[in-house]
C-alpha cells in the first residue's frame, strides 16, 4: 500500500526494485491522495520495469492467476485517514 508520507517511493522506487529482483507479480494498493482510488497488479518484469499490468477501481474485483487463481475484492481494502 502506498505510503501517505511519501507514496512516490512506493509507486517508482520499490516498483523498479522489484521488477529489477525479479518479483513476478507487484500488487500495488493506492489510496494515496487521489480521488480515484486504485489497485494495480504488475506482472512480467524485465529489467527495471513490468510489461504487463491490470488497474482496477476500488470496489472492483483483480484477478490474480499465479502461482494459483485468486479473486481479490478491492471493497474490502482499507482507505488512509482522511478519507
Avoid at 509507486?11 to 525479479?22: F, I, L, P, S
Avoid at 485468486?70 to 485517514?81: A, C, G, K, M, Q
Wanted: aromatic share 8%; with cysteine; hydrophobic share 30%.
Amino acid at each position: 500500500m502506498t505510503s501517505p508520507g511519501n507514496p512516490d517511493n512506493d509507486r517508482e522506487r520499490k516498483y523498479r526494485a522489484y521488477a529489477r529482483g525479479g518479483v513476478q507479480q507487484c500488487l500495488l494498493i493506492d489510496p494515496v491522495p487521489k480521488k480515484v482510488k486504485t489497485a494495480t497488479l504488475f506482472t512480467q518484469p524485465v529489467g527495471d520495469e513490468y510489461t504487463k499490468s491490470v488497474r482496477v477501481l476500488y470496489g472492483e474485483c483483480l484477478t490474480v492467476e499465479y502461482p494459483v487463481p485468486i479473486v481479490i475484492n478491492t471493497r474490502e481494502f482499507p482507505l488512509h485517514d482522511g478519507d
